[in-house]
């Protein structure tokens, strides 16, 4: 006589419902906020399809750490930084259009690399903290790139370029127009349907990357970083280089993370040497959490789902909270407050769920036990 | 030689590196034109500015919440107990008196609530603590907007409603522990007799704290839980407690900056304020579930002193204000140093 052990459909239901709060949140208030601001629904179109191809990159550069147990990197700002030094040698060198972005992209690996070695090799020395680690990391590394980039260059680096200097003689001024640059790869083959341009090239990039994550999934390396990821001593006993693997998953986020700000910036036209990474790194993981990802699963569809529902409650917030309470002000300050409280709310609930799913399986277990005595 | 062997490992190489920069950094400055006096002066003031900030960090560090990089939602209490001192019109030391009355009871809500969440979860306090900080910064600037404050000096003028990004205190409290019972020496060096007083006050009755049955329950639990938990203690609410002093000193901790800077800087101006206070702590040889009041008083000073230091003599050393970069590397070093320790603090 053995009873089957289930939960009832309707904790299933609730179970599911909750796994995916935050992503129905966002849909609601998208919902509500859509009308309220009175923007078309081409005009929201275009604004997507923009944002996605500008945006995903740097997103789909998050699932590797998270893939190997490392949580949120929020170092991703260090690979930023490195894409942005790359563009400002390239701008400094006069190379425009695809060759531009190329070079870029060859500038900044190394730099990449570099960096993510080391955020790396720190976040092995604070295992169990690595998510606080990795963002002091992202603020120390800021003061290392403001020393070279606002001190070093033009003084000990050579800067051929007089117009990306700051008028005192040395470092680079705050905004690198970027316009040798601009769109170049989004209007490479740029689709038209109706009002909207699509930006085929930049997709068909995302695609391929998309691709490589898939394949790297399956191959040895990947299945390693999944084992870290799951359990480092377990890993570590069926002979896996633990420590080697987890600085790996994050070299490989740098990296990807610098060629996702040279896409980012190739659209945008302008580079904001001294601000534009630092927020960068917290609107990719709130778009990423959006979208459903945990912190310790997230899969491409997190990134497209959660690039779709952020930047649309970011484009309604400020004309909703205008023609709702008068103020456009109080919009701004929402999608601010929408945005750290999105990441809050991830961060609580991946904590609860985690003690909340070992005294779950803890409960399932025992009445299993206690069905297989009767 | 072991003795000093023994002496720069309990110390720690980056206090020793820090302490060297700033005696350095004292020495060249008279010969780069720098008074020392008005130096130190201006490090003894800053030290009082930002000195209880710092010691609100100590009691979560000892109850194993780790670092309080939630502080703004204390500051929050404060500038709310600020902002209606200043709406009910009190002056003087009385504007600071109802100031420290208003906060208290914004200070512990918060704070319970905000211990009761940490409670929930246990092993991510700090990453969860960063984002609660950051989200009441910025919910706080809807309410700042909305709420219905009247006072002319701190209302938007055209509009009459809505506060102000920067509210002056002058008239109010501005001065009023720095001011009381001051002395000087010779022309340059003030000393703020009534802040360091207040301050060490604050101290003492923090220092009592732990050294009764509550405080050294909350040593327990930060140590060994286990321990704790076969003791008797209640952990969960010794942990809330805990929550609760380190935001209610935190409001205080604003209050005593405000009254020195004369601004109360509201919208997202705290937002950024736990980092000062958490390096400032763990430069001064704390870690993340050790920290005692000694830490707090050399690491403010050390810390506050540089930020002084550095720009002036750099200025007039190598005619660069490189003081910001150096200010962000160290105080950012200082907490990732901590971050990557596994030992107990020292001294």
New interface residues.
């Given amino acids: 006589m053995k009873e089957r052990l289930k939960e009832s459909g309707k904790e299933k239901f609730l179970h599911i419902l909750e796994k995916n709060s935050v992503p129905i949140l966002f849909t609601v208030i998208s919902l509500i906020g859509i009308p309220l601001s009175g923007y078309s629904l081409s005009y929201l179109g275009q604004e997507i399809v923009v944002r996605i191809a500008r945006n995903s990159f740097l997103i789909i550069a998050l699932l590797v750490p998270i893939m190997a147990g490392m949580g949120l990197n929020f170092g991703m700002t260090l690979g930023a930084m490195a894409g942005q030094i790359g563009l400002i040698f390239m701008a400094d060198w006069g190379i425009v259009g695809i060759p531009g972005i190329i070079l870029a992209m060859i500038i900044s690996t190394p730099i990449s690399a570099f960096l993510g070695w080391l955020c790396g090799k720190i976040l092995n020395m604070a295992k169990g903290r690595e998510m606080v680690t990795s963002y002091i990391i992202g603020f120390f590394i800021n003061g290392v790139y403001q020393l070279i980039v606002l001190y070093g260059m033009g003084s000990v680096i050579p800067i051929k370029n007089q117009a990306l200097i700051l008028p005192r003689g040395y470092g680079i001024r705050n905004t690198v127009n970027l316009i040798s640059i601009r769109k170049v790869l989004d209007n490479l083959l740029a689709l038209r349907i109706g009002t909207i341009s699509i930006p085929v090239a930049t997709l068909i990039i995302i695609g391929l990357l998309c691709l490589f994550i898939v394949w790297f999934r399956k191959t040895k390396l990947g299945q390693d970083m999944r084992a870290v990821g799951q359990d480092m001593e377990v890993s570590r006993a069926a002979g896996i280089r633990v420590e080697h693997t987890r600085i790996v998953s994050v070299i490989i986020s740098t990296i990807l993370a610098g060629y996702g700000m040279i896409l980012y910036l190739q659209n945008i036209g302008t580079l904001n040497t001294y601000n534009s990474h630092m927020q960068i790194g917290m609107f990719s993981i709130a778009a990423l959490l959006v979208g459903g990802a945990t912190v310790n699963r997230a899969s491409i569809g997190n990134v497209f789902l959660g690039v779709t529902l952020f930047h649309l409650m970011f484009i309604v917030s400020p004309t909703a909270g205008k023609n709702l309470i008068g103020e456009a002000q109080l919009g701004e300050y929402f999608r601010v407050f929408v945005s750290y409280g999105v990441i809050t709310l991830a961060l609580i609930l991946y904590e609860m769920r985690k003690r909340r799913d070992v005294e779950r399986s803890g409960r399932l277990l025992a009445q299993q036990q206690k069905s297989e005595e009767v | 030689m072991n003795k000093i062997t023994n002496f720069i490992r309990s110390f720690g190489w980056p206090r020793i590196i820090i302490t060297l920069f700033l005696l350095s950094l004292f020495i060249i400055a008279p010969f780069v034109g720098v008074k020392v006096s008005t130096s130190l002066s201006d490090t003894i003031v800053r030290f009082g500015m930002n000195g209880i900030m710092v010691l609100a960090m100590v009691p979560m560090i000892h109850s194993g919440c780790g670092l309080n ?1 939630g502080l703004p939602l204390g500051i929050i209490a404060g500038l709310l107990g600020g902002t209606l001192a200043i709406e009910f019109n009190f002056v003087g030391p009385v504007s600071f008196l109802m100031a420290i009355i208003f906060a208290t009871p914004f200070a512990l809500i918060l704070g319970w609530g905000y211990g009761k ?1 940490l409670n ?2 246990k ?2 306090e ?3 603590a ?3 900080g ?2 009441s910064v ?2 706080m ?2 309410m700042w ?2 709420l219905p404050y009247r006072h002319p000096t701190m209302v938007w003028g055209y509009a009459g409603k ?1 506060l102000r990004t920067t509210i002056s205190t002058e008239g109010y409290y501005w001065g009023v522990l720095s001011d009381f019972l001051k002395f000087r020496i010779g022309e340059n060096f003030l000393f703020p007799t009534g802040m360091i007083l207040f301050f060490a006050f604050i101290a003492l009755l923090v220092w009592a704290f732990f050294h009764t049955k509550r405080g050294t329950a909350m040593t327990a639990v930060g140590s060994n839980r286990v321990f704790a938990r076969a003791s008797g203690i209640d952990i969960d609410k010794v942990r809330t407690l805990s929550v609760m002093m380190s935001t209610w000193l935190g409001a205080i901790g604003i209050l005593v900056y405000q009254q020195s800077f004369g601004f109360i800087q509201l919208y997202m101006g705290p937002f950024f304020m736990a ?1 000062p206070a958490i390096s400032a702590i763990l430069i001064g040889g704390a870690s993340v579930n050790k920290a005692t009041i000694m830490n707090v008083v050399v690491g403010t000073f050390l810390f506050q002193g540089i930020l002084t230091m550095t720009p002036s003599v750099m200025n007039s050393m190598i005619h ?1 204000d ?1 003081s ?3 200010r ?2 160290v105080s ?2 200082m ?2 140093y901590a ?2 320790r596994k030992s107990e603090a020292s001294r």
Avoid: P, Q, W
Wanted: hydrophobic fraction near 65%.
């Fill in positions: 990089f969440l929930r979860v092993g991510g700090m990453m969860i960063t984002y609660v950051f989200s910025a919910f600037c809807i907007l909305l809505g980092l660069t490189m910001e970069v150096i962000i590397v950012n070093g907490i990732l971050l990557t």
